[in-house]
């Protein structure tokens, strides 16, 4: 019974953790290797209001596409450096990064 009683209590605590867990909010740089052709971080916590910029640690030119609903893309990055104003529901959002004909497929989770 005791360990019922414990294991219950182990639960619920671990979910009001999950269910309280928030972002940090601030502005984020996502670094855009073109050498390795990885996006890191592949999983980026935002609050609306925060100021994302991708930065590419090369020359080529790179496309920042999110789908439907999600915030806004970008048109083909010549400089290597491109920064949105998060502005969106609260919720995951998968996107891509297209380099060199490639795309990545990281996420941008919105919290509040």
């Known amino acids: 019974m005791r360990a019922a009683v414990t294991m219950i209590v182990a ?6 953790a999950t269910a309280v867990h928030a ?8 670094s855009v290797d073109e050498i390795n052709m990885v996006v890191t971080p592949k ?4 609050c609306n209001g925060d100021v994302v910029t991708w930065q590419s640690n090369g ?15 970008s048109p083909q ?3 290597g450096i491109y920064s949105v104003t998060i502005s ?9 990064v297209k380099i060199k004909g490639v795309s ?7 919290f509040r």
């Open 11 to 16: 639960s619920l605590i671990a979910f009001f």
């Open 23 to 30: 972002a940090e909010c601030g502005n984020k740089t996502v």
């Open 43 to 46: 999983e980026l916590e935002v």
């Open 59 to 73: 020359s080529e030119m790179f496309h920042v596409i999110f789908a439907a609903g999600g915030p806004p893309g």
């Open 77 to 79: 990055q010549g400089d």
């Open 88 to 96: 969106a529901q609260p919720g995951r959002y998968p996107y891509d």
């Open 104 to 110: 990545l497929d990281p996420t941008i989770i919105v």
